[in-house]
């Protein structure tokens, strides 16, 4: 989890908040977000269950959307 608060701080020191937000409020990031298990996220996050935690992100990275989500990521961070 340390490193996505890195990244999310990397991020936010690089005025890069509102290219984020765009990329959750895309059609991709709405259909990942509409498959993600926010109980399941909340429950792992809360007991620090890193495994857990691993295994979701997995998930998302293993989706097309998740794919294209983190490649337009990538791309933004080299901006």
């Known amino acids: 989890m ?3 608060e890195k990244l999310a701080q ?3 020191d690089r005025g890069k908040t509102e290219e984020l937000r765009a990329l959750a409020d895309s059609a ?3 259909r990942l977000g509409a498959r993600i298990d926010g109980a399941a996220v909340e429950k792992a996050l809360r ?3 890193n495994e857990a935690l691993r295994r979701i992100l997995q998930g ?3 989706s097309d959307e998740g794919q294209r989500l983190a490649e337009n990521l990538r791309r933004m ?3």
């Open 2 to 4: 340390q490193d996505l």
């Open 10 to 12: 990397e991020l936010r």
């Open 28 to 30: 991709d990031g709405r």
């Open 47 to 49: 007991s620090g269950d």
């Open 60 to 62: 998302v990275l293993r």
């Open 77 to 79: 961070m080299q901006k």
